[in-house]
């Protein structure tokens, strides 16, 4: 028995073009005293890293793949696939690279090897949707001599920031942004300075802050003003929006926000034609507010939400969706006399006439740094299996 054992060393997160470090273990765990105590062997362990793509059927046509019915892992196969016995289609992959060959583990004894690789910059991010799915994982294959081959799979997360693919680094080291208390190896030297990059544009891309005014009227005339100051987030900061209600002709009885994504499959891929757009809600408030001045929402991008992106099969766009209920009359029918004692007492009126409408703002929603993104991933930073 062999105890094989992968460990993300920074998390379960990463940057598409970051280095994707694993620390992976094989341990004989059977101590020398015991009485069944023997040297165990593998012929060979390799890993590779792939996203594995999967459509519903009902709303997305796909052409036919021919990696499809290889999803069975034959009893002596011994070349390594992967993505055998996974659903969907494997769109992505990197090279596999070979950990050792002919290991012998004595009684008690364990050896580490590293595996680096580079997350491809041109693939899409980790989602799961309500029509498709991309889903990242690395997969550790071993084998011992005439026996089936055992795969240890472990899933990551994939966050894609559009610009960095395009961005040249500095060929002097003195210009180039980097840490002088740290003595960073050469390989890993470009994959800080990418994730400082990526820091630093965000944080450019989410500061910048100016006042959006829109006026909220329906047909009958004006209601409120909505003020909000940006429109582009990171995924874990909050969305905070004003109303001004004091200056609309129409009261307002009720308002509500809801923080949206919509996922739509493009043309060529939809299953029927002019089929409609998927909507998820991530947070929503609720207010009643007759004879309310002024009133105000904060809405939190969950970390774990995918931000916007667009593939050739599908896009995610994330909006605001408010609902207002309005009253049919003016607001000093609102309220009723219930008595005609020296003590007045205002009830509500039984039965209103009310007009409902609904508004879109289309906001941007980008990446966030992963180590803060790795906190609250489902993902484990350690995976294991016994062979």
Request: hydrophobic fraction near 35%.
């Amino acid at each position: 028995m062999i105890e094989v054992l992968a460990k993300l060393g920074r998390g379960p997160v990463f940057l598409a073009g970051e280095v994707l470090e694993c620390m992976i273990t094989f341990t004989n765990p059977l101590s020398a005293s015991s009485t069944s105590a023997s040297s165990e062997m593998l012929a060979w362990a390799s890993a590779q890293i792939h996203c594995q793509f999967h459509a519903s059927e009902n709303r997305v046509a796909l052409p036919p793949s021919d990696g499809s019915k290889h999803d069975v892992q034959a009893e002596n196969e011994t070349v390594f696939v992967p993505n055998r016995g996974e659903r969907g289609q494997c769109i992505l992959s990197t090279p596999p690279k070979i950990l050792f060959c002919d290991l012998r583990l004595d009684p008690g004894e364990s050896k580490s090897y590293s595996y680096c690789e580079t997350l491809p910059i041109d693939g899409p991010p980790s989602f799961r949707g309500q029509s498709v799915k991309y889903v990242y994982k690395l997969t550790i294959g071993c084998q011992r001599v005439n026996s089936p081959i055992k795969l240890l799979r472990v899933p990551f997360r994939v966050l894609v920031l559009h610009g960095l693919k395009d961005y040249q680094f500095p060929q002097d080291e003195a210009v180039a942004p980097s840490n002088p208390f740290l003595e960073e190896e050469e390989g890993l030297k470009k994959d800080s300075r990418l994730a400082d990059l990526a820091t630093e544009l965000l944080m450019v891309a989410t500061s910048r802050r100016s006042l959006h005014l829109y006026n909220i009227s329906n047909t009958r005339g004006k209601v409120g003003t909505f003020c909000i100051f940006k429109t582009v987030y990171k995924i874990g900061e909050d969305v905070i929006g004003t109303f001004n209600f004091s200056e609309g002709d129409i009261p307002c009885l009720q308002f509500s926000v809801s923080l949206q994504t919509e996922e739509s499959i493009q043309e060529e891929f939809q299953r029927r034609r002019g089929q409609p757009v998927s909507f998820s809600t991530h947070a929503r408030h609720q207010e009643a507010c007759l004879h309310t001045a002024q009133s105000s929402f904060s809405l939190p991008i969950p970390l774990s939400s995918t931000p916007g992106f667009t593939t050739n099969i599908v896009s995610l766009k994330w909006r605001l969706h408010f609902e207002f209920v309005t009253s049919g009359e003016s607001a000093g029918t609102c309220l009723v006399r219930g008595s005609q004692s020296e003590a007045i007492t205002w009830t509500g009126v039984e039965q209103m006439e009310v007009d409902t409408f609904s508004w879109d703002l289309p906001i941007k929603v980008l990446p966030t740094n992963p180590i803060l993104a790795s906190y609250v991933s489902q993902f484990s930073s350690t995976n294991s299996i016994t062979i």
